[in-house]
Nanobody
Framework: QVQLVESGGGLVQAGGSLRLSCAASGRTFSRYAMAWLRQAPGKEREFVAGISWAGRSTSYADSVKGRFTISRDNAKNTVALRMDSLKPEDTAVYYC??????????????????WGQGTQVTVSS
């Protein structure tokens, strides 16, 4: 059973930084792409960033390119999201997610089959 547990959310002022972490368990972590999704109130869940199974490829939503960085540590079964230059519009619940298929890299929220309970990120203006 896939389990994903996020941590690191919080309240930060615009222009500030946060680092989210996700611990994964339940299957061979290094065979699957990982991603961060987010959902703001009244909006659909959206793709933020993804990283391939070996960490060689990454993908970002246009809205976060140049500000967010996704990384993974396959030895520790963790994935992280470094968020810099945060904006009020980044406010959302952030979810760690992974695919059912091996060795892929989805670039849409709908391609991710498992996600954690989420962590709240609030950016004040």
């Amino acid at each position: 059973q896939v389990q994903l547990v996020e941590s690191g959310g919080g309240l930060v002022q615009a222009g500030g930084s946060l680092r989210l972490s996700c611990a994964a368990s339940g299957r061979t972590f290094s065979r699957y792409a990982m991603a961060w999704l987010r959902q703001a109130p009244g909006k659909e869940r959206e793709f933020v960033a993804g990283i391939s199974w070996a960490g060689r490829s990454t993908s970002y939503a246009d809205s976060v390119k140049g500000r967010f960085t996704i990384s993974r540590d396959n030895a520790k079964n963790t994935v992280a999201l470094r968020m810099d230059s945060l904006k009020p519009e980044d406010t959302a619940v952030y979810y760690c997610a992974t695919e059912e298929r091996m060795y892929g890299l989805g670039m849409a929220a709908s391609q991710y089959d498992y996600w954690g309970q989420g962590t709240q990120v609030t950016v004040s203006s």
